[in-house]
């Protein structure tokens, strides 16, 4: 027998995307050559995001680091941070520790990478020593989103249905 009480007057709806991976490849957001994101919630409200990245090119993607903790699954190819001796692949969960600078490469030989990652707060871009050089939030992703889609026809409010 399901629940049978009311939901929440104020809940919002639940995110269903069958086959997340497999989608309308115009639902994949272009963020540098070669290298994709494909939003699956946008949470304005508590500041993270959760997307799968789509990687088809070797070498260093980002130098970058995260004032909270960022979780990751790969789900296809792999990947590593310079900074460490492990090797993220294929079946692998990875924890990122708040506050730790890490420069993602992808090894030579992938085609593909593909990794789910939930990021809290924000990412910042940062040179070798450090350096602020950029950044992304939750703000800026639902940005990009809404150029590209109406770019590729989908319409600028295609992003909302990830928004909470």
């Known amino acids: 027998m399901p629940y049978q009480l009311p939901f929440p007057k104020d809940a919002l709806p639940e995110i269903v995307i069958p086959n997340a991976m497999e989608a309308d490849q115009r639902v994949w957001v272009p963020q540098a050559e070669n290298v994709w994101f494909r939003p699956l919630c946008l949470n304005r409200s ?10 088809r090119k070797s070498g260093v993607i980002s130098r970058h680091r995260h004032p909270q903790a960022v979780h990751g699954w790969v789900l296809k190819g792999k990947w590593r941070y310079l900074e460490h001796d492990w090797i993220a692949e294929a079946g692998g969960y990875v924890f990122e520790p708040p506050g730790e600078t890490h420069t993602l490469i992808v090894p030579e030989g992938v085609e593909e990478m593909i990794t789910y990652f939930q990021v809290n707060g924000i990412m910042c871009y940062v040179d070798p020593w450090g350096k602020a050089i950029g950044y992304e939030d939750v703000f800026t992703k639902i940005d990009m989103c809404r150029a590209h889609y109406e ?12 928004i909470r």
């Open 46 to 55: 508590q500041g993270y995001w959760m997307n799968l990245l789509k990687v």
């Open 151 to 162: 770019k590729v026809g989908l319409g600028a409010d295609f992003v909302d249905q990830f």
